[in-house]
Protein backbone atom coordinates (compact mmCIF):
# COMPACT_ATOMS: atom_id res chain seq x y z
CA UNK A 1 0.00 0.00 0.00
CA UNK A 2 0.96 3.14 -0.98
CA UNK A 3 2.28 5.72 1.88
CA UNK A 4 -0.31 7.92 3.21
CA UNK A 5 -2.72 7.37 0.39
CA UNK A 6 -5.59 5.67 -0.08
CA UNK A 7 -6.12 4.99 -3.58
CA UNK A 8 -3.64 5.03 -6.13
CA UNK A 9 -3.93 9.11 -6.99
CA UNK A 10 -2.37 8.37 -11.06
CA UNK A 11 -5.05 6.04 -11.99
CA UNK A 12 -7.90 8.95 -10.72
CA UNK A 13 -6.58 10.91 -12.83
CA UNK A 14 -6.79 8.71 -16.01
CA UNK A 15 -10.58 7.63 -14.62
CA UNK A 16 -10.92 11.44 -14.29
CA UNK A 17 -9.73 12.50 -17.85
CA UNK A 18 -11.40 9.27 -19.44
CA UNK A 19 -14.86 11.58 -17.76
CA UNK A 20 -14.25 14.41 -17.87
CA UNK A 21 -16.36 15.30 -21.00
CA UNK A 22 -19.24 13.07 -19.91
CA UNK A 23 -22.03 15.57 -18.68
CA UNK A 24 -23.05 15.22 -15.03
CA UNK A 25 -19.75 14.06 -13.84
CA UNK A 26 -18.93 14.28 -9.50
CA UNK A 27 -16.58 13.17 -7.75
CA UNK A 28 -16.87 11.59 -3.70
CA UNK A 29 -14.69 9.94 -1.20
CA UNK A 30 -15.64 6.49 0.46
CA UNK A 31 -14.54 3.82 1.54
CA UNK A 32 -11.53 5.11 1.66
CA UNK A 33 -11.45 5.40 -2.44
CA UNK A 34 -12.70 7.77 -4.87
CA UNK A 35 -15.81 7.34 -6.82
CA UNK A 36 -16.87 9.14 -9.87
CA UNK A 37 -20.75 9.64 -10.03
CA UNK A 38 -22.79 10.37 -13.29
CA UNK A 39 -25.36 12.14 -12.57
CA UNK A 40 -25.71 11.15 -9.48
CA UNK A 41 -25.10 7.30 -9.68
CA UNK A 42 -21.49 5.35 -8.56
CA UNK A 43 -20.02 4.68 -12.20
CA UNK A 44 -16.40 3.37 -11.36
CA UNK A 45 -13.80 4.46 -8.20
CA UNK A 46 -10.57 3.96 -7.28
CA UNK A 47 -9.81 1.51 -4.56
CA UNK A 48 -6.01 1.26 -3.61
CA UNK A 49 -4.40 0.73 -7.10
CA UNK A 50 -7.26 -0.97 -8.44
CA UNK A 51 -10.93 0.42 -9.99
CA UNK A 52 -14.16 -0.62 -8.58
CA UNK A 53 -17.03 -0.75 -11.94
CA UNK A 54 -20.09 -1.22 -11.61
CA UNK A 55 -21.46 -3.33 -13.98
CA UNK A 56 -24.85 -4.25 -12.67
CA UNK A 57 -26.25 -7.45 -11.58
CA UNK A 58 -26.78 -8.69 -14.92
CA UNK A 59 -22.95 -8.39 -16.23
CA UNK A 60 -21.78 -9.02 -13.35
CA UNK A 61 -20.81 -12.74 -14.18
CA UNK A 62 -19.59 -11.94 -17.54
CA UNK A 63 -17.12 -9.29 -16.15
CA UNK A 64 -16.13 -11.72 -13.69
CA UNK A 65 -14.60 -14.10 -16.50
CA UNK A 66 -12.54 -10.92 -17.80
CA UNK A 67 -8.96 -11.10 -16.71
CA UNK A 68 -7.92 -9.46 -13.20
CA UNK A 69 -11.00 -9.16 -11.91
CA UNK A 70 -12.50 -10.45 -8.56
CA UNK A 71 -15.66 -10.03 -6.53
CA UNK A 72 -16.01 -6.80 -4.98
CA UNK A 73 -16.57 -7.91 -1.22
CA UNK A 74 -15.10 -4.69 0.51
CA UNK A 75 -17.18 -4.75 3.68
CA UNK A 76 -16.96 -8.80 3.90
CA UNK A 77 -20.57 -9.51 1.70
CA UNK A 78 -20.53 -9.39 -2.14
CA UNK A 79 -21.44 -6.09 -3.68
CA UNK A 80 -23.91 -7.14 -6.06
CA UNK A 81 -23.56 -5.53 -9.31
CA UNK A 82 -20.00 -4.55 -8.70
CA UNK A 83 -16.18 -6.18 -9.52
CA UNK A 84 -12.76 -4.83 -9.00
CA UNK A 85 -10.81 -4.66 -11.86
CA UNK A 86 -6.84 -4.95 -10.84
CA UNK A 87 -4.61 -1.98 -11.75
CA UNK A 88 -2.46 -4.07 -13.76
CA UNK A 89 -5.83 -5.09 -16.36
CA UNK A 90 -6.46 -1.49 -16.36
CA UNK A 91 -2.50 -0.25 -17.28
CA UNK A 92 -3.82 0.73 -21.06
CA UNK A 93 -5.79 3.33 -21.66
CA UNK A 94 -7.91 1.28 -24.22
CA UNK A 95 -8.49 -1.09 -21.32
CA UNK A 96 -9.84 1.34 -18.96
CA UNK A 97 -12.34 2.80 -21.86
CA UNK A 98 -13.58 -0.85 -22.11
CA UNK A 99 -14.42 -0.83 -18.38
CA UNK A 100 -15.90 2.32 -18.24
CA UNK A 101 -17.93 1.77 -21.46
CA UNK A 102 -19.46 -1.11 -19.42
CA UNK A 103 -19.96 0.72 -16.39
CA UNK A 104 -21.77 3.39 -18.67
CA UNK A 105 -23.80 0.77 -19.77
CA UNK A 106 -25.43 -0.22 -17.15
CA UNK A 107 -25.99 3.17 -14.85
CA UNK A 108 -26.81 4.99 -18.18
CA UNK A 109 -30.26 3.06 -17.79
CA UNK A 110 -30.60 4.37 -13.85
CA UNK A 111 -32.90 7.41 -12.87
CA UNK A 112 -30.68 10.37 -12.14
CA UNK A 113 -30.34 11.26 -8.32
Excluded at 20 to 25: N, Q, S, T
Aim: hydrophobic share 45%; proline share 5%.
Amino acid sequence: MMCGVAYDEGLAHRLGDALGALPGISTRKMFGSLVFLWNGNMLVGVLGEDVIARVGPQAQQDALSRPGTRVFDFTGRPMNGWVVVSGEAVSEDEALDEWIARCRDFVAALPPK
